[in-house]
């Protein structure tokens, strides 16, 4: 009778529990942090936007490191296109220490200074105006809460 006592002992303390990996955590914020993201380009929403990133931001081509010169592209590039119909769907999610090998050499020097290990990287697929793309995004995992750092489309 002991045993079973004992068992339920170790329960009522918490040793019987299956604990979240830190890289399902950090997985799952960097779901919430692209989700986030693509909700507020689809609303054209550039307050949402510059919610969803920090800097220095990697759009692909150069490292930009002002928020206000970030939110002027952002700016120019709603009025250049109507982003309302677009759809999006998340394909993969990576820890970035396990797939910074695969970073194209033109980019491992801009992306090792907005990633980090422990960050992740996401790779969605979306569809704008009936044409279909792909985006890799870097999400930065800091103090417990995630920022998209880049986004870099794929060919």
């Known amino acids: 009778m002991r045993f079973p006592v004992a068992l339920a002992a170790m329960a009522a303390l918490g040793l019987f529990f299956t604990p979240v990996r830190a890289d399902e955590k950090s997985e799952k914020l960097a779901r919430e942090a692209v989700e986030k993201i693509f909700k507020a380009l689809k609303a054209e929403d550039i307050d949402g936007v510059m919610k969803a990133v920090s800097f220095p931001y990697y759009d692909g081509k150069e490292l930009i490191r002002d928020s206000a010169e970030f939110k002027k592209k952002i700016s120019n590039?709603?009025?250049?296109?109507?982003?309302?119909?677009?759809?999006?769907?998340?394909?993969?999610?990576?820890?970035?220490?396990?797939?910074?090998?695969?970073?194209?050499?033109?980019?491992?020097?801009?992306?090792?200074?907005?990633?980090?290990?422990?960050?992740?990287?996401?790779?969605?697929?979306?569809?704008?105006?009936?044409?279909?793309?792909?985006?890799?995004?870097?999400?930065?995992?800091?103090?417990?809460?995630?920022?998209?750092?880049?986004?870099?489309?794929?060919?």
């Open 77 to 155: 590039f709603f009025e250049n296109a109507d982003f309302t119909t677009l759809t999006f769907e998340i394909k993969e999610i990576h820890e970035f220490a396990k797939i910074k090998d695969q970073i194209k050499d033109e980019d491992k020097e801009k992306v090792n200074e907005i990633l980090k290990d422990g960050d992740m990287v996401v790779m969605t697929s979306f569809e704008k105006d009936g044409k279909a793309s792909k985006i890799g995004w870097g999400v930065a995992i800091r103090d417990g809460k995630a920022k998209i750092v880049g986004g870099k489309p794929s060919e």
